[in-house]
């Protein structure tokens, strides 16, 4: 039924657990350092809270008031809808989405493995999902709207058909296999995107802030190409495809690789190539 610890404490130890399935008003002065909280029944709203342990469970949508934050994990089970609309969630622990996460201009960030083997990631808005460990799998993801984040270290960038994609914060980030942007692609300051010899195609704008290496990979940038204070590094016969406007190629690799102008009218930008081809 209903829930209300308005001026309680709940405390808890590892194995504790608080089950709510009715409308949850208040949980007092919660225990974040211990225990799990799981909201399972149908259409609730998720209190903005510090817990340890969330989890979202069966059918419904489950909506969070405000600024969530996981100190251990967050399990959204198969079935079920953990919407942040324009709300931020922070989980220091693993994240595993089993069932539906969605966001309109709401910010996810997961400072932990992130998992969604089985689920789906959805934006109508300009949301953002930050992952800065392990990705294993980003689920059916929404390619209409918002933004990826990889910001850790050293990372993997899945093989995936994203919307927005920023890679960011130092350490090299590599791309497994095919990538495309439907939106744009960005590479932050100190950060670097390698795609060794793999593909990624970008529709909108790429900006290149950091470094963007390759060794016989493909990067087509359909969209505006600037790499204004960035390197566009190449280590084999790596590609440049640009079909649009080029403001900047930073630092380009004279020793192998290849810039090729593929669009209508262009201008070629004024630089030092190792191969161009128009």
Same mark, same amino acid.
């Given at each position: 039924?209903?829930?209300?610890?308005?001026?309680?404490?709940?405390?808890?130890?590892?194995?504790?657990?608080?089950?709510?399935?009715?409308?949850?008003?208040?949980?007092?002065?919660?225990?974040?350092?211990?225990?799990t909280?799981?909201?399972?029944?149908g259409?609730?709203?998720?209190?903005?809270?510090?817990?340890?342990?969330?989890?979202?469970?069966?059918?419904?949508?489950? *909506?969070?008031? @405000?600024?969530?934050?996981?100190? !251990? $994990? &967050? +399990?959204?089970?198969? %079935?079920?809808?953990? #919407?942040?609309? /324009?709300?931020?969630?922070?989980?220091?622990?693993?994240?595993?989405?089993?069932?539906?996460?969605?966001?309109?201009?709401g910010?996810?960030?997961?400072?932990?493995?992130?998992d969604?083997?089985?689920?789906?990631?959805?934006?109508?808005?300009?949301?953002?999902?930050?992952?800065?460990?392990?990705?294993?799998?980003?689920?059916?993801?929404?390619?209409?709207?918002?933004?990826?984040?990889?910001?850790?270290?050293?990372?993997?960038?899945?093989?995936?058909?994203?919307?927005?994609?920023e890679?960011?914060?130092?350490?090299?980030?590599?791309?497994?296999?095919?990538?495309?942007?439907?939106?744009t692609?960005?590479v932050?300051?100190?950060a670097?995107?390698?795609?060794?010899?793999?593909?990624? *195609?970008?529709? @909108?704008?790429?900006?290149?802030? !950091? $470094? &963007? +290496?390759?060794?016989? %990979?493909?990067?087509? #940038?359909?969209? /505006?190409f600037?790499?204004?204070?960035?390197?566009?590094?190449?280590?084999?016969?790596?590609?440049?495809?640009?079909?649009?406007t080029?403001?900047?190629?930073?630092?380009?690799?004279?020793?192998?690789?290849?810039?090729?102008?593929?669009?209508?009218?262009?201008?070629i930008?004024?630089?030092?190539?190792?191969?161009?081809?128009?």
């Open positions: 039924g209903t829930f209300d610890a308005t001026g309680a404490t709940i405390e808890m130890n590892s194995g504790s657990r608080l089950e709510l399935a009715g409308t949850v008003s208040n949980l007092g002065t919660l225990d974040a350092a211990e225990g909280v799981e909201y399972d029944g259409t609730q709203d998720v209190l903005a809270d510090a817990y340890y342990n969330l989890e979202i469970d069966e059918s419904g949508v489950k *909506t969070s008031l @405000g600024t969530v934050s996981a100190a !251990g $994990t &967050l +399990t959204v089970g198969s %079935g079920a809808t953990y #919407a942040i609309a /324009a709300t931020t969630t922070t989980v220091t622990g693993n994240s595993d989405i089993n069932g539906a996460f969605t966001a309109s201009t910010e996810y960030d997961a400072d932990g493995a992130f969604a083997t089985g689920g789906s990631i959805t934006f109508s808005g300009a949301g953002e999902l930050r992952v800065s460990g392990a990705v294993t799998s980003l689920g059916t993801l929404g390619t209409s709207a918002g933004s990826i984040e990889y910001d850790g270290g050293t990372q993997n960038v899945l093989a995936d058909a994203y919307y927005n994609l890679i960011a914060e130092s350490g090299v980030k590599t791309a497994q296999g095919t990538v495309t942007a439907a939106g692609l960005t932050g300051s100190g670097t995107y390698a795609i060794a010899a793999t593909s990624t *195609t970008v529709t @909108g704008s790429t900006d290149i802030n !950091g $470094t &963007l +290496t390759a060794s016989t %990979g493909t990067f087509d #940038a359909n969209g /505006a600037d790499a204004n204070g960035g390197n566009v590094t190449f280590s084999g016969d790596g590609r440049l495809q640009c079909s649009n080029v403001t900047n190629l930073g630092t380009l690799s004279t020793d192998n690789g290849t810039v090729e102008y593929d669009g209508g009218t262009q201008t930008f004024t630089d030092t190539y190792n191969n161009l081809e128009i």
